[in-house]
């Protein structure tokens, strides 16, 4: 069990600097400072209030969350395919409800939801989960494509090794101050032009594959991607030529192998995100779902017939109106898990709030790799100096 003490140690005989002194009493300072409370880190948090004051933090934040569902249900169902489908299910319930009737033909029909449920609800949802798995296989794909392209950056720039002519440990410093700028432009260029190809607008689309005119918009896509890769692989030979180079200079082969390996997975990771770009869940089950959206108002029809004849003839007004909005709700609910489900079908483009932030992340990695060159030179003396103990 660990004491409390005013100092971490009881005397200074074992410490080698002023530096390493100085770092100490730092650390000895902070585990003296009081623990933050909670609140100052996460704002909605209610420990420190008073009971009254916590439940009108309750009551706002609950609005809040509303609120924020709520537009969020909005954007995914705002489109001008939504009044299409809208209106597409309220003109198939006043079909059944006033065309047939003023003709005398009256059809009226109790359906079971269950065969709504099983055959478009359950079809649909499975798409989304598909979907939200792919988004979380892209998820660990870039983030293990980002910590190689860091590594075998970090590898290059701060491994160190015996020089080639005086076997003695400082080889990394007698490097061309060249040749570190020159690692860190290679993995730069390499995360933008990753960047560039995952980023590029969706067109994989029906109308893509089926209708020439859009299928220009896919060629154009797959160009891009090629070119892209076509540049990740001027890179990739940039890069194994560094290494090489770091060979000569007295690398060892072991070290200099586990650098390649970095350069493998680096080009498996790229590799597979590629495939998550160009390939998505089955275009014939994201077809049928649109077109049963569709089609399926006119089949459904008489059981919303069925929910007007009901209340009798007393209230035929208000029976009339609640089927129809009951069809309007139906669909225009079915309408939005198909929207959901699309727009994680591509990952990559920001067009709803669980797509990767693509801008963000990378722009993340590139101030790492900007912050490792910059203090570089601390680093390799941190190492040599622990060489020099050992």
């Excluded at 609120?67 to 169902?77: G, R, V």
Aim: proline letters at 3%; aromatic letters at 14%.
């Amino acid at each position: 069990m660990i004491q409390e003490a005013d100092t971490i140690f009881e005397t200074e005989d074992d410490i080698v600097n002023e530096k390493q002194l100085g770092e100490i009493k730092q650390y000895e300072a902070m585990l003296r400072q009081p623990v933050p409370k909670m609140s100052n880190y996460y704002p909605d948090s209610q420990g420190d209030m008073n009971p009254f004051l916590s439940a009108i933090c309750s009551v706002r934040l609950f609005f809040a969350d509303i609120l924020a569902a709520a537009y969020i249900f909005w954007i995914h169902t705002y489109s001008l395919e939504s009044l299409a489908v809208c209106l597409n299910a309220a003109g198939a319930s006043c079909f059944f409800l006033f065309y047939l009737p003023a003709y005398g033909h009256y059809l009226a029909s109790k359906l079971d939801f269950t065969f709504l449920s099983f055959a478009v609800v359950f079809p649909l949802t499975f798409l989304v989960q598909q979907s939200f798995r792919r988004r979380e296989q892209v998820l660990v794909l870039l983030a293990d494509f980002k910590a190689l392209l860091l590594n075998l950056f970090l590898a290059k720039i701060l491994w160190d090794f015996p020089n080639k002519r005086t076997k003695e440990w400082g080889g990394l410093v007698d490097l061309p101050d060249t040749f570190f700028q020159e690692s860190r432009d290679v993995a730069a260029e390499m995360l933008q032009e990753v960047f560039n190809f995952l980023s590029l607008a969706t067109a994989l689309k029906g109308r893509h594959l089926v209708m020439k005119t859009h299928n220009r918009k896919l060629l154009h896509t797959k160009s891009e991607i090629s070119a892209s890769l076509d540049n990740i692989g001027a890179l990739f030979r940039k890069s194994f030529g560094q290494v090489e180079f770091m060979k000569s200079q007295g690398l060892s082969a072991n070290e200099a192998s586990r650098m390649n390996q970095y350069h493998w997975f680096l080009q498996a990771r790229i590799e597979r995100l590629r495939q998550f770009k160009m390939y998505r869940t089955p275009q014939a089950n994201r077809s049928f779902g649109r077109v049963y959206m569709y089609l399926l108002p006119w089949f459904s029809g008489p059981y919303f017939a069925w929910v007007a004849s009901l209340g009798g003839s007393s209230s035929t007004q208000a029976n009339h109106a609640f089927a129809i909005a009951l069809s309007v709700f139906t669909f225009l609910l079915l309408f939005g898990l198909i929207n959901a489900g699309r727009y994680l079908e591509d990952p990559f483009v920001k067009i709803g709030y669980d797509n990767v932030d693509l801008v963000s992340d990378f722009n993340a990695t590139l101030k790492q790799l900007n912050s490792h060159i910059k203090n570089r030179e601390e680093g390799v003396m941190i190492h040599s100096n622990k060489t020099d103990e050992i």
